[in-house]
């Protein structure tokens, strides 16, 4: 079993930057990939970035890609977004995701365990 807290939404202003964190509970954080999503109202759940335990290999959903970088520290059992560049579009509820295999996935149906999702709004 895997509990995820992330910590770290907010209101920024476009162009700002914010950065979340989710603490997971449970020795076995460094067997799964993680990933981000987000939900916009009226809008499916999207991959926004993943990475497999060991942190060697990551993803990111086109609309994110350069501005948006996914990183774990095992040691601590954390896995951070650190979003740059935001967009309008970029609001959402953004939700850390765990899945019980050592690799991502980009669909968020095959993910085990959700944090409560933290809510960050970027105004024009």
């Known amino acids: 079993q895997v509990q995820l807290v992330e910590s770290g939404g907010g209101l920024v202003q476009a162009g700002g930057s914010l950065r979340l964190s989710c603490a997971a509970s449970?020795?076995?954080?460094?067997?799964?990939?993680m990933g981000w999503f987000r939900q916009a109202p009226g809008k499916e759940r999207e991959l926004v970035a993943a990475?497999?335990?060991?942190?060697?290999?990551?993803l990111y959903g086109d609309s994110v890609k350069g501005r948006f970088t996914i990183s774990r520290d095992n040691a601590k059992n954390t896995v951070s977004l650190q979003m740059n560049s935001l967009k309008p579009e970029d609001s959402a509820v953004y939700y850390c995701?765990?899945?019980?295999?050592?690799?991502?996935?980009?669909?968020?149906?095959?993910?085990?365990?959700w944090g409560q999702g933290t809510q960050v709004t970027v105004s024009s």
């Open positions: 990475i497999t335990s060991n942190g060697g290999n990551t």
């Open positions: 995701a765990a899945r019980a295999t050592p690799y991502y996935s980009s669909y968020y149906y095959s993910y085990n365990y």
């Open positions: 449970g020795r076995t954080f460094s067997s799964y990939a």
